[in-house]
């Protein structure tokens, strides 16, 4: 897991990563706190890119995927940030000659992420085998509405045509092991696993990819991310997730990724979990309170039946009414102060907002009970029209006194993509 910040205003893009790794490995975990999660995607352009989620794209670390990119790319320019999102995407489909094998194992193992994903849903309440199969048919079932819900992302063809060759692998996940002594689950959990695969919905096993910065024709920021979970049927599920295109009458905009419980806390004032927590449980109260209300003035309980539809369109109202008067007092006493602020802060305190905001989650990971999922040193650089790519703090697993070849080799290549090998590239590092 990790905590990313992207931080825009009309001058700069502020990005900040922590470097904390978890690996699961037989039913372990361990962490590593030196993974790059925050790269520049040209050495001449202002453009960057941050990774989060699955550290690997079908098999390749995303470290070596976009320095690939970024060195095939050289000397490169689009006229927007978007155009360099487009391009890497026709990248990731051409990086490497994926056969039907490789998308079988991306579609195996979306599938299990779905399943894995809804089996922790109730292994925290389970109180004995019963309990925990009534628990996981009642998981499967909304997971299954709510993917049913969602647009699809296969074809019909395409998926009669991959659940060919996957289908007995699909069964196998589904019914074997654990699953084994649970055979009513079987069926619920193979539709979970279907429905992952086709529709147009993100993995729990997905990867975030973020790109920012300033395309050749544009004078202000922009920002698009998506979720990526691999290459299926000759097309790269990549599915927006956000979208930012700054104008000359934007305000600030404070990002989070990943791991943005800690940042909604600071910008809204409550907890998000809390909220929805609050926001049901003023539903229940206002409905049990008019239904007690009801009783107490001798309706009887055939009345409060037909009564029952009305009584829950009523405190639905109210609820949304006050939520709604809720979330606008949150906005102008804590978000929208802020931002504001973020508009104008110069480039170095806008680094600053962002580094601070990814040291608060690594705080908040450190000193709790969960098992410390960002920490680590924090990766920060600004991108500015003017300045280009500019590293703020980053780290490295050597001493670059100690490389020189490999420092030399680096601006010898920055050297030849610009004009006439004489950009400076003071800041520029791998």
Known sequence: MTAEIAILNKTAVALAADSKVTLSRGGMQKTYDTVDKLFSLSKTEPVGAMIYGNAEFIGFPWETVIKEYRRKRAGQTFD???????????????????????????????????IQETMQQVMPGSRGP?????????????????????????????????KGRIKKRLQSLSSSGFF????????????????????AVASPATSGL????????????SLISFDVDGILTGRLKALPTQRIDTTRKSTGVILPFAQTDMVYRFMQGIDPDYAVLIHEGIGDLLLENA???????????????????ALTTATQASVRAFWDENEKLRSERFASPI???????????????????????????????????????????????GDGFVWIKRKH????????????????????????????GDNATA
């Open 80 to 114: 927007t940030v978007f155009d360099w999102a487009d391009d890497l995407k026709s990248f990731l489909l051409a990086v490497f000659p994926f056969s039907d094998e490789d998308e079988d194992r991306v579609a195996i193992s979306i599938a299990q992420s779905w």
């Open 130 to 162: 019963d309990d925990f199969r009534l628990a996981l048919i009642e998981a499967a079932e909304i997971e299954i509405e709510e993917l049913e819900a969602a647009d699809d992302f296969l074809t019909q063809a395409e998926w009669t045509n991959l």
């Open 180 to 199: 084994a002594q649970f055979p009513d689950c079987h069926a619920p959990l193979l539709k979970i696993a279907e429905l992952g695969i086709r529709k």
């Open 210 to 221: 973020v790109v920012a910065g300033f395309g050749e024709c544009e004078l202000l920021p």
């Open 291 to 309: 239904l007690d209300t009801a009783r107490a003035l001798g309706h009887s309980d055939e009345e409060i039946e037909k009564l029952m539809p």
């Open 339 to 385: 931002i504001e602020m973020a508009m104008s802060l110069p480039k170095d305190e806008l680094a600053n907002l962002a580094e601070s905001l990814v040291s608060l989650t690594s705080l908040q990971r450190r000193v709790s009970r969960e098992i410390e999922t960002v920490g680590g040193a924090i990766d920060v650089a600004v991108i500015s029209k």
């Open 397 to 424: 697993y050597f001493n670059p006194d100690r490389n020189l070849r490999f420092v030399n080799a680096y601006f010898s290549e920055l050297g030849r993509v610009t004009n006439g090998g004489k950009h400076s």
